[in-house]
């Protein structure tokens, strides 16, 4: 009988090229993911795919994790990029076809360094701010954004009433929106000079 793996043991094994770890974490977070794709996008078919893209980019950056981080943040910023990228994409599309003019948008184009870049910058932003929110705040908005439960789920595994749980998510937003915007939050240590990455997070957090 095998002997159920820590998700850093699991990332460990991801970095060795296990296709079994690569499999259970596929398992544990297509969903919350999928979830979170499809409230974008709004298409079956495209978050299908999209879900697809973000998982091929984990097993292509297997490597380079931290294993002592959890890999839901990272999952969660690649799968928002991807999604506001077909959109923004969509929108391109149909602005050719009405002949007007569309700006060139550089965060279209997929695979890039500046895309890998971009991800682990934003990733790191993400969980910095994370990290200093109170205790079931933060636990309200892991269970929420990165594992993909809905508010009446949350409000029963943390013991709360779903008004509080949607009241925790918007002041968490609200404290991480700041945080990277470089305003100083709570934690009285702001994120700066971080360019793209503070641009796409303000989107992702609804800033602008």
């Known amino acids: 009988m095998l002997v ?71 999952l969660f910023v690649v799968s928002h990029h991807k999604a506001a990228s077909y959109l923004r994409k969509r929108l391109r599309e149909a602005a ?35 990290e200093h929110l109170p205790a079931r705040q933060q636990r309200v908005f892991r269970l929420c954004r990165y594992e993909g439960k809905s508010a009446e789920e949350a409000a029963a595994l943390v013991g709360i009433s779903v008004a509080s749980v949607k009241d925790y998510l918007k002041q968490a937003t609200l404290f991480i929106r700041s945080e990277v915007r470089g305003r100083p939050g709570r934690s009285g240590r702001p994120f700066t000079n971080m360019g793209a990455a503070v641009s796409g997070l303000l989107l992702l957090f609804g800033g602008g």
């Open 96 to 130: 050719a076809l009405s002949a007007a003019p569309a700006p060139d948008d550089p965060a279209v184009e997929q695979g890039t360094t500046a895309d890998t870049e971009r991800f682990e910058q934003q990733w790191a932003l993400v969980e910095a701010a994370v």
């Open 4 to 74: 159920p793996r820590s998700e850093s043991e699991q990332m460990m094994a991801l970095a060795r090229g296990e296709i079994r770890a690569f499999d259970a974490l596929y398992r544990q977070y297509q969903q919350p993911v999928y979830a979170n794709i499809l409230k974008l996008v709004k298409d079956v078919a495209a978050a299908e795919d999209l879900l697809q893209e973000v998982f091929i980019a984990l097993w292509e950056h297997r490597r380079a994790f931290d294993p002592r981080r959890p890999v839901g943040g990272w």
